[in-house]
Every structure is written in C-alpha cells, then in structure tokens.
Nanobody
C-alpha cells in the first residue's frame, strides 16, 4: 500500500497563504486521482481538491479561486497551494490516492486557518 506523508501545515495570519505537500512512496501516475480532503471537528471529511491522471482538477466551491492543486511527477509529490485563508478553512487536511476504487490516506496535517 502506498505511503502518503503530508507536510506544510502551520500557523498563518488572516488572509495568508500556506502550501501543503503530499509525498507518495510510489509513482503518483499509478493512481487514477490524488487529492486533498479536510475534516473539521464535528464535520464529515470533505473533498477540497483533486487531480486525475490526465491532469483534470476538481475543487470544492468554497475554495475555488483561492486554492490550487498541482503535482511534481519527478518528486512523486502533490501540492495544495492555499491563499486568502479563512477561519472556516481550519481543519485537518488529508492527502488521498485512489486507484480501482481503493483509497489510501495520509496521516493528516493541521491547518489552523487564520490566526
């Protein structure tokens, strides 16, 4: 099973930016899609952004025009660039890799949102 390691969470000022990284232990192009999900206390895990093997992206309405997902195949890493962070962005962010309906998850990284 692929190992996914998220890094990049941390404190940020109101309206600030953060970049999350997800390093995969396998070639990321082996997966149908990779994405970022988040879960706030008391809420269900929700999709934030995903990118499929063809490079097509999907974003939650709440983050469109603020977040951007990208990838670096040479590093087997997927990124989530977040701008204009809001208090409602506070959550644990999880990296996801999906292939043949099988999902793998990272351990999560805390994004406090605006300070």
């Amino acid at each position: 099973q692929v190992r996914l390691v998220e890094t990049g969470g941390g404190m940020v000022q109101a309206g600030g930016s953060l970049r999350l990284s997800c390093a995969a232990s396998e070639n990321i192009f082996m997966f149908n899609s990779m994405g970022w999900y988040r879960q706030a206390p008391g809420n269900e895990r929700e999709l934030v952004a995903s990118i499929n093997v063809g490079g097509n992206t999907i974003y939650a309405d709440s983050v469109k025009d603020r977040f951007a997902i990208s990838r670096d195949g040479a590093k087997n890493t997927v990124y989530l660039q977040m701008h204009r962070l809001k208090p409602e962005d506070t959550a644990v962010y999880y990296c996801n890799a999906e292939v043949l309906m099988r999902n793998s998850w990272g351990q999560g990284t805390q994004v406090p949102g605006s300070s």
